[in-house]
């Protein structure tokens, strides 16, 4: 079992950055690829960026691609994004995910933070 808590959201202005971080117990955490993913309002939830258990692959949303950073730290249980020169539509609901295994789909995370809301002000 891992539990996941979100925080830093917030409000924030256009073409800053923001830096959410999510914090794990269970010991499992170390062992899991770790998701953000966000939600904005009448959309479907999508996954923004995704890391690897040791942290050495990562992967990005076109949308973020460029301007985001993920990164873990396991002796500390956190995940962090760091998501630079943000725009309006970067505003929603994000959320840290976690699962075992390594190759997990989007779909197929099985641990989910309850979510930080998000917004971007022009």
């Known amino acids: 079992q891992v539990q996941l808590v979100e925080s830093g959201g917030g409000l924030v202005q256009a073409g800053g950055t923001l830096r959410l971080s999510c914090a794990a117990s269970?010991?499992?955490?170390?062992?899991?690829?770790m998701g953000w993913f966000r939600q904005a309002r009448g959309l479907e939830r999508e996954v923004v960026a995704a890391l690897s258990w040791s942290g050495a692959s990562t992967d990005f949303s076109d949308s973020v691609k460029g301007r985001s950073t993920i990164f873990r730290d396991n002796a500390k249980h956190t995940v962090s994004l760091q998501v630079n020169s943000l725009k309006a539509e970067d505003t929603a609901i994000y959320f840290c995910?976690?699962?075992?295994?390594?190759?997990?789909?989007?779909?197929?995370?099985?641990?989910w933070g309850q979510g930080t809301q998000v917004t971007v002000a022009s």
């Open positions: 269970g010991r499992a955490f170390s062992r899991c690829t």
């Open positions: 995910a976690a699962d075992t295994d390594e190759h997990v789909p989007p779909s197929g995370y099985d641990y």
